[in-house]
């Protein structure tokens, strides 16, 4: 069996469909190929993973009104037409994309070649390319349930394929095997806090000026893992040093397990793969979405508030005092705390890789 997987742009996108792919390996089934942009990025990514890929130029959609889209339109028909030989020299039993603009020229190709097609949707809404592709694919699998949806027999409810290394690392460490890791005391709340993804140094910013503003009580009762990105990262340490707050700061960190096993409360923006990651382990969050590229964070984030197991601020609301008055409301309230971490159990789905592979295994035995 040969599969196609269109995928690119951020892990978000990426990190799922390598999830699928390793677990229809283990099945058995190696033969899949990546069809990526051309980004350092996705090449590493995949690379990484051990998986031969295809690269193929796809135009970013332009948002609103923009003088941008007459060109768009003239390098997405280059694309869609770009896309046909590399569909063909593939020569897939099935074609699967994971979103972002680079799935819809290959996922069409392949539908108008008769090709079986399946879609992955990572957020609580379909995005720009999958809305789009919708109508074409056989089939869509969703992370969350989207009543939106009108057409919800095409749609099957898989969750977010989540890395391999996160689903053994929680059985292969306890929380005080973590706090110990990090040096940390049982006495206090661990805040993890996820400033180092892009368009997230917003997040490492305001953490800097909230601990300006805290008393020495609340000082004394948090401890700190943040992951500020390599560029924040030494500004970020100094002002904790300074402002003498227990911490742990990194530019990146690859043995999150670790970090969210250790943790009381995650304060992050709201993509798609981060809050998979943190339904698993149970974590309750402050999400604070990331406002452009669409409305999907926010969609994200006011579904998983809705449900009692986060609280989102909004950026256009955030300041020193509104986050910290957000975070120490939260942690001050220990039954809030566990019913939070209830709630957000309820979004965990860690077989969503299976069960996607499940859901592409079924519809190449369908008639």
């Not at 770009?82 to 979103?99: H, K, L, R």
């Not at 800097?208 to 893992?225: A, T």
Request: include cysteine; charged fraction near 20%; hydrophobic fraction near 45%.
């Amino acid at each position: 069996m040969r599969i196609l997987i269109a995928c690119g742009g951020t892990g978000g996108h990426i990190f799922p469909a390598i999830g699928l792919a390793q677990e229809l390996k283990r099945r058995g089934h190696k033969d899949s190929v990546f069809v990526i942009d051309d980004s350092m990025t996705s090449r590493a990514l995949i690379k990484e993973a051990g998986f031969d890929f295809m690269v193929i130029d796809v135009p970013k959609m332009p948002y609103g009104f923009s003088g941008m889209w007459p060109l768009f339109i003239i390098k997405l028909i280059n694309s869609r037409l770009n896309a046909e030989p590399i569909v063909a020299q593939i020569n897939p039993d099935i074609a699967i994309g994971f979103g972002a603009y680079i799935s819809g020229p290959v996922i069409q190709a392949a539908a108008a070649m008769g090709i079986k097609t399946l879609i992955h949707e990572q957020n609580v809404l379909l995005g720009r390319a999958n809305s789009i592709l919708f109508n074409v694919v056989d089939k869509t699998c969703l992370s969350f349930k989207s009543p939106r949806i009108k057409n919800q027999t095409k749609c099957v409810l898989t969750g977010n394929p989540i890395r391999q290394d996160l689903l053994d690392g929680f059985k292969m460490v306890t929380n005080d095997e973590a706090l110990k890791a990090f040096r940390f005391s049982k006495d206090r709340k661990t805040l993890l806090v996820l400033g180092g993804s892009g368009g997230a140094s917003l997040i490492n910013k305001a953490m800097m000026d909230m601990i300006k503003i805290l008393d020495p009580e609340q000082r004394n009762r948090i401890q700190v893992i943040h992951i500020a990105g390599y560029k924040d990262h030494a500004m970020v340490e100094q002002a904790y040093r300074v402002n003498k707050i227990i911490h742990w700061v990194r530019g990146f960190y690859d043995k999150m397990s670790i970090a969210y096993k250790a943790s009381d409360i995650v304060v992050s923006r709201a993509g798609a793969a981060t809050i998979s990651e943190i339904a698993f382990f149970g974590i309750p969050a402050l999400f604070i979405p990331y406002p452009w590229a669409g409305s999907h964070q926010k969609d994200n984030a006011a579904l998983i508030a809705r449900e009692g197991a986060a609280v989102m601020l909004k950026e256009s609301r955030l300041s020193p005092k509104k986050l910290k008055e957000t975070i120490f409301s939260i942690i001050n309230d220990e039954n809030g705390m566990r019913r939070m971490a209830t709630n957000m159990r309820v979004f965990s789905r860690p077989d969503a890789a299976k069960t996607l592979a499940d859901t592409v295994m079924e519809l190449l035995d369908a008639e």
